[in-house]
């Protein structure tokens, strides 16, 4: 069960440390340029408005285990720096085990990158929590107690990267290659974008985007995950559903509710 809801928890690893699909219907990866900083920030402001919520159901196989939740809490400064706070958090279990998982990522409004990163996972009763802070004017990092290691170029943490991904554009057919996760050695990220289609959550019926990524480790994102993203295609760039297969089962996230900003009406879409 640990595996289900770190898999849940974790699961902007699939834009953190992907690799590329090397089948011949997958095209070459294009190397995406550093977007303009006044574009970034125009889509970081429409993009991700303060209050906004997805919830989601978590099952393993088809039963439910469990829900996730993804938010913009809201604007702060990080060493002097105006900066977005983005929770990812998963709660859940059955009657014997039960987990409690949180990433919460604070990201630099003017440049979009990663400025302090935090992990707690509790998890059958055993809490594990990690900090670090990233100083991109250095191209550093530090996790809390330890000392400061190279860092990538604008890096991103597995939370923001997320929410980074959301901004880009996804073009059917093609794999999209960065090289800013914030630990260098798990670089190149590729993004490969498989089609268009529609589907439906418990939230409603929705346009969406595939991704299907691949990690250079084993896991459930890994070839035998068979890991696929939906993303919805328009300019929220939801996050409506995630499947991935496991050798006992196969873990699921479902889009059941989205606010669009605070104080807003939750959508349903049909």
């Known amino acids: 069960m640990t595996t289900v809801f770190r898999a849940a928890t974790l699961l902007a690893l699939a834009a953190a440390s992907l690799r590329h699909d090397t089948s011949a219907a997958t095209p070459a990866p294009v190397r995406a340029p550093m977007a303009r900083q ?7 402001d429409r993009t991700f408005p303060v209050g906004e919520r997805f919830t989601y159901d978590v099952k393993f196989s088809a039963v439910k285990v469990g829900s996730a939740w993804m938010e913009v809490l809201g604007a702060t400064q990080i060493r002097g720096t105006e900066a977005l706070h983005v929770k990812f958090e998963v709660k859940g279990g059955t009657f014997f085990y039960h987990v409690h998982d ?10 979009f990158q990663s400025l302090r990163y935090h992990q707690d ?14 100083f991109p004017e ?10 400061e290691q190279p860092s990538s170029e604008q890096p991103l943490d597995e939370g923001s ?30 993004i490969t974008v498989v089609r268009r289609e529609r589907i439906t959550v418990p939230a409603g019926t929705f346009d969406a985007i595939l991704l299907r990524p691949v990690i250079k480790a084993k896991g459930i994102f890994g070839e035998g995950g068979k890991a696929e993203i ?10 409506l559903q995630l499947k991935t297969s496991l050798p006992i089962g196969s873990l699921n996230l479902f889009l059941r509710e989205y606010r669009p900003r605070a104080g807003a009406t939750p959508i349903r879409k049909r």
């Open 38 to 44: 006044e574009l970034q920030q125009d889509r970081l």
């Open 102 to 111: 949180i990433l919460e990522s604070w990201i630099d409004t003017a440049r």
């Open 121 to 134: 996972y509790l998890e059958g009763g055993r809490d594990r929590e990690r900090w670090f802070e990233m």
């Open 138 to 147: 250095r191209r550093t990092f530090q996790e809390r107690g330890k000392e």
């Open 161 to 190: 990267f997320l929410y980074f991904v959301r901004t880009i554009p996804l073009e059917p057919g093609r794999t999209y290659e960065f090289n800013r996760y914030f630990r260098p050695d798990r670089n190149p990220v590729r």
């Open 230 to 239: 939906w993303l919805a295609d328009d300019s929220t760039r939801a996050l």
